[in-house]
């Protein structure tokens, strides 16, 4: 993974120059300064834009979910939202949520619920609850990432095992999910992927499993790590 981000930012940053430095142009030692000055936070800004629009969509989503339309209401009234007036990006990533949405015929039952499982001691909030046209309950979580990655599913399986164990007090008429899916709406090509993270219940369990595992390795490390830092060779 470290590999794979020094790579992307190399990458950020030579195409940054490549884009400022034409052939043939003259530039002064100042010019090129500020330009090499830039280059090295170029990749940043990138990351923090794109997140910007996901953060964006995520938010839009939300709404529509919400009220079935681009609107909110505050104190002074009910505001319409203009999608047009959107960036890029963010008209493509709604478009894509649009197109799941009109095809599978969803009914909201959660929207953003929050959830916390304190003998476990984690907690999170679960993007997108739904009732499918057979009447069973669907978990989807929003990403509008690049690709689908693996630590994604594991995520589902966090948020699938909050609302099994957790749900029952904090959700007023809980009822148990059937599948779990991940739908990546994309900020370029306004086009979505639905990928299943389990749709059974063997599926469901080796999920958790998996999850449980996780988990408990990432406390040993933070434990390991202490006693390391705690251990003096003599």
């Not at 969509?57 to 529509?64: D, K, P, S």
């Not at 919400?66 to 047009?84: C, E, P, R, Y």
């Not at 599978?104 to 003998?119: F, M, R, T």
């Not at 995520?155 to 009822?175: K, N, R």
Request: aromatic share 14%.
């Amino acid at each position: 993974f470290g590999e794979a981000m020094m790579a992307w930012g190399v990458r950020e940053t030579l195409t940054y120059i490549r884009d400022r430095v034409r052939p043939w142009e003259q530039y002064s030692p100042s010019e090129l300064e500020e330009i090499f000055q830039d280059a090295e936070t170029a990749r940043f800004r990138t990351r923090d834009e794109a997140a910007e629009y996901g953060t964006r969509a995520h938010e839009l989503i939300e709404m529509w979910c919400h009220t079935g339309a681009l609107q909110f209401t505050d104190s002074s009234g009910t505001w319409a939202i203009d999608i047009t007036k959107e960036s890029k990006e963010v008209q493509n990533a709604f478009g894509a949520f649009k197109r799941f949405w009109d095809k599978e015929g969803l009914q909201s039952v959660a929207i953003e619920q929050w959830l916390v499982d304190v003998e476990r001691g984690y907690g999170g909030t679960i993007d997108f609850v739904a009732r499918d046209k057979t009447g069973k309950l669907v978990l989807i979580d929003w990403k509008t990432s690049k690709a689908i990655r693996d630590k994604y599913l594991l995520q589902v399986g966090a948020y699938d095992w909050l609302w099994s164990v957790c749900g029952p007090g904090m959700v007023p008429g809980w009822e148990p999910i059937s599948r779990a899916y991940i739908c990546r709406v994309d900020k370029v090509t306004a086009e979505y992927q639905l990928m299943p993270v389990f749709v059974n219940e063997a599926e469901r369990t080796l999920l958790r499993d998996q999850w449980t595992c996780t988990l408990r390795t990432f406390r040993w490390l933070k434990n390991a790590d202490k006693l390391i830092k705690k251990w003096a060779p003599k």
